[in-house]
């Protein structure tokens, strides 16, 4: 087997690795082994799994270096530890969201690409953000997973161009979830106050999270809906990773709506992931990414002409682009305002 073979062959059985490292997640394995070194018989009563089944398993797992095994006991190494909640937690979240809520949708690209329906819809019956509302369970998987990674973006590079700081007096963020996003600002704009605006079902957990940071004084939860007008006015809106989530006349509308409460010196902080103009080898996640938004909700990643397009729709313009890790950036944003001259019809 040539080089390209092998390389087609791990792209072509990456489906069922994926359900694999799923399923040692969801059984525990990770975590059981964490604290402590197992045998297998030790490893079989606490996880209730036939010794003969677990012993595939745990093989498989030494194979790929997530175990290994000295005296009959079974001990974590660091690629495994990456996938435990204690010291790998994005990546464990990421983990069992693709599992309990991307793999079946995976499962339909096939028909959707045909019918032109975006996958998920071949299976549920309501809208992927309705369906979070619905059933607690898809949204702690789905918030759990969002929170990791919110925890662990990295703002830096933007708060190193703020020469100002202490100017900003008040924060909106735009279907912020349980504040994440919201919490890093507040702790940079040591003035400001903030407004986490998302829907109803999800004000228990934010308001448990915001008392997690002792932000609870300075951030309000407010029930609302962005595709409805918005009543706050701000020096800055945070929209953090909610346009990739919806069609282009989606997000104009989304758009437009924070459009109108934004004065002449608001701006939008738009955190998204930047779409490259051209495929190249070294993009395929970037690829991979976009499809998985129309695969999930009928959402898009988008190229900076994309977005520039949407904004100008909007009656918005980007003013900066401010690089972060991870293929996102953050797009600074400005109300168009048209200056008429004296005499000008």
């Not at 079974?74 to 979240?93: A, F, I, P, W």
């Not at 890093?184 to 903030?194: E, I, T």
Request: aromatic letters at 12%.
């Amino acid at each position: 087997m040539d080089i390209q073979d092998k390389m087609l062959l791990s792209m072509i059985q990456g489906f069922s690795l994926s359900y694999f490292l799923y399923t040692s997640c969801e059984l525990g394995i990770f975590e059981t082994l964490l604290n402590e070194d197992q045998t297998l018989s030790e490893l079989s009563e606490r996880l209730y799994i036939r010794k003969d089944i677990l012993l595939r398993l745990m093989n498989t797992l030494e194979a790929f270096g997530f175990v290994k095994i000295h005296d009959e006991k079974y001990s974590l190494q660091q690629l495994g530890k990456r996938l435990s909640e204690k010291n790998g937690k994005v990546m464990r979240e990421l983990l069992l969201f693709s599992g309990r809520q991307c793999m079946p949708y995976w499962a339909k690209l096939y028909e959707a690409v045909h019918s032109g329906e975006a996958p998920y819809k071949l299976i549920e019956k309501q809208a992927y953000f309705d369906m979070q509302e619905t059933n607690y369970q898809n949204y702690r998987t789905f918030n759990s997973m969002m929170s990791s990674n919110s925890e662990d973006l990295d703002l830096q590079p933007y708060f190193e161009t703020e020469i100002t700081p202490f100017r900003i007096k008040k924060i909106v963020d735009i279907g912020g979830g349980t504040g994440n996003i919201l919490i890093k600002l507040l702790k940079f704009y040591k003035n400001s106050f903030g407004i986490l605006l998302d829907l109803q079902f999800v004000e228990t957990e934010a308001i448990r999270n915001l008392q997690n940071y002792n932000m609870e004084n300075r951030v309000k939860f407010y029930s609302g809906n962005f595709f409805e007008p918005i009543d706050f006015s701000a020096d800055i809106f945070v929209m953090s990773r909610i346009l990739h989530d919806w069609s282009d006349e989606e997000a104009i509308q989304i758009l437009k709506n924070v459009a109108q409460a934004m004065t002449e010196n608001s701006r939008i902080l738009i955190i998204e992931k930047i779409m490259p103009e051209t495929p190249k080898r070294e993009n395929t996640e970037m690829y991979m990414a976009d499809l998985n938004m129309w695969v999930m909700c009928g959402g898009k990643e988008r190229t900076l002409e994309e977005f520039k397009n949407l904004l100008h729709l909007s009656d918005l313009k980007v003013t900066r682009i401010i690089k972060l890790a991870g293929n996102e950036s953050v797009l600074e944003v400005k109300k168009y305002i048209i200056n008429y001259q004296e005499g000008m019809i």
